[in-house]
């Protein structure tokens, strides 16, 4: 079964920081770009980050930049979020997300089921 | 990176056939034919509708479809059930990285 499934969330104080994880099984990792979106409360969807399948390439949106870091293992299967100087505005529920770079693929799937991130005093 | 325009909302009773539209610019939607749509249904992770503008993924049904026209993106759904009762989601490429829709609200009457 294909599952992406992530941890590492909790509440973090502002100006805190948080890392999360996200562990792949079920299909071949190294072959996905991986990607966080995130979720406000009663929010849309907002993309945070992605990185290349082997690591080498990463891109934030313009909010992650500076604050965050992206990172994968592929010997443990796994897709990181390093965040730092969190802010108020950073509380939602951040899900990870594929894609499939051997089928060139520019959507999203699998997705995890995500994990909140509650940035509060 | 603006989020691209959704309407709140959409209707239709079951067996009925809603659209919902994508505005974005010719950065984004109007640049690329990397159209993606997602299903999510409260408190679940959403799901991949439709891809590349116009495709669907193995399991989705037919009655979901999708298009195209210059800097908007349309997503309909035919036959509507209880079950199409969910937010929906437009997300395009947008060089770097990818910009998401505000969202849509489908409700079954």
């Known amino acids: 079964e294909v599952q992406l499934l992530e941890s590492g969330g909790g509440l973090v104080q502002p100006g805190g920081s948080l890392r999360l994880s996200c562990a792949a099984s079920?299909?071949?990792?190294?072959?996905?770009?991986m990607n966080w979106v995130r979720q406000s409360p009663g929010e849309g969807l907002e993309w945070v980050s992605a990185?290349?399948?082997?690591?080498?390439?990463?891109d934030y949106a313009d909010f992650a930049k500076g604050r965050f870091t992206v990172s994968r293992d592929n010997s443990k299967n796994t897709l990181y979020l390093q965040m730092n100087s969190l802010r108020a505005e950073d509380t939602a529920i951040y899900y990870c997300?594929?894609?499939?770079?051997?089928?060139?693929?520019?959507?999203?799937?699998?997705w995890g089921q995500g994990t909140l991130v509650t940035v509060s005093s | 990176q603006s989020a691209l325009t959704q309407p709140h909302s959409a209707s239709g009773s079951p067996g009925q056939s809603v659209t919902i539209s994508c505005t974005g610019t010719?950065?984004?939607?109007?640049?690329?034919?990397?159209v993606s749509w997602y299903q999510q249904h409260p408190g679940k992770a959403p799901k991949l509708m439709i891809y590349?503008?116009?495709k669907r993924p193995s399991g989705v049904p037919d009655r979901f479809s999708g298009s195209k026209s210059g800097n908007t993106a349309s997503l309909t759904i035919s036959g509507l059930q209880a079950d199409d009762e969910a937010d929906y989601y437009c997300?395009?490429?947008?060089?770097?990285?990818?910009?998401f829709g505000t969202g849509t609200k489908v409700t079954v009457l």
């Open positions: 997300a594929g894609e499939d770079d051997y089928n060139d693929a520019n959507w999203f799937d699998p």
């Open positions: 079920g299909f071949t990792f190294s072959r996905y770009d």
């Open positions: 990185i290349s399948t082997g690591g080498s390439d990463t």
């Open positions: 010719s950065s984004d939607v109007g640049a690329y034919n990397f």
């Open positions: 590349d503008v116009s």
């Open positions: 997300c395009s490429h947008a060089g770097s990285s990818y910009v």
